[in-house]
């Protein structure tokens, strides 16, 4: 296959999941490298300054709430952001079962709606053509509460989904692999490890 390189001089990142998987909880355990035991329904978008990223590089971090937004916002949210991270928990398998079932199909078809518009340079548009596919994150949350790992699950999907970077499993609660769900998602954009548009003639 052949590799993008990435000269972004920003990174957006965009947390969606099933409600009450924790989406609000990290990016708030994140920001204040403390577990809020109270969350509104979805954080107000935030961005870090370069000088604090691993990257060095300017993040945004955008909350998704169903309960505040509708699926077009959505949509338009998916476009706008260089990686989703899809938050399951890490106790609730319907959440894990979701992101086959829901999450990427979804992701999928938003991104294919508005390939041709979306892309930035010619190596971008080139790769529409071939089915470009936005770099995925998936996060397991509440790892607090189980004393298991749901890794096992999440290979198995990483099989079938290429667009899938990298898996974590974190905890807003105990901030465990916080900063490093985080930094997955910026290293997908910046240093994506495989290509992030399928050849039709890939081997
Ligand atoms: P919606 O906004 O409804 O989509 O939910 P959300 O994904 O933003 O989840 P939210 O952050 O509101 O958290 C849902 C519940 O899970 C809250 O009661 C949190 O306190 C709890 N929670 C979040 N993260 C953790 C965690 O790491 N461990 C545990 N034990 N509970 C958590
Ligand atoms: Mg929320």
Redesign the pocket.
């Known amino acids: 296959g052949q590799y993008t390189v990435s000269t972004r001089k920003n990174v957006r990142i965009l947390?969606v999941?099933?409600?009450?998987?924790?989406?609000?909880?990290?990016?708030?355990?994140l920001v204040s490298e403390e577990?809020?035991?109270?969350?509104?329904?979805?954080?107000e978008e935030i961005t870090i300054p370069a000088n604090v990223t691993p990257e060095q590089v300017p993040t945004s971090i955008v909350?998704?709430?169903?309960?505040?937004q509708t699926e077009e916002t959505l949509g338009l949210e998916i476009n706008k952001a260089h990686v989703v991270c899809i938050?399951y928990?890490v106790?609730d398998d319907d959440s894990l079962d979701r992101i086959t079932s829901h999450w990427l199909p979804l992701i999928r078809s938003k991104c294919n709606a508005t390939l041709e518009g979306d892309a930035e340079t010619e190596a971008e548009t080139e790769a529409a053509g071939e089915g470009l596919r936005k770099p995925i994150v998936l996060v397991g949350?509440?790892?607090?509460?189980i004393d298991y790992s749901t890794m096992d699950s999440v290979l198995a999907i990483m099989e079938d989904f290429p667009e899938i970077e990298s898996c974590v499993e974190?905890?807003?609660?105990?901030l465990?692999n916080i900063s490093e769900m985080f930094y997955y998602a910026q290293k997908a954009v910046l240093h994506p490890t495989s290509p992030l548009y399928i050849m039709e003639d890939q081997e």
Not at 63 to 68: H, L
Not at 170 to 174: E, F, H, L, M, R
Request: aromatic share 4%; net charge negative.
């Open positions: 947390l999941g099933d409600a009450g998987v924790g989406k609000t909880s990290l990016i708030l355990s577990y809020p035991e109270e969350v509104p329904p979805r954080a909350d998704f709430s169903s309960v505040e938050v928990s106790d949350n509440k790892i607090d509460l974190c905890s807003a609660k105990t465990h």
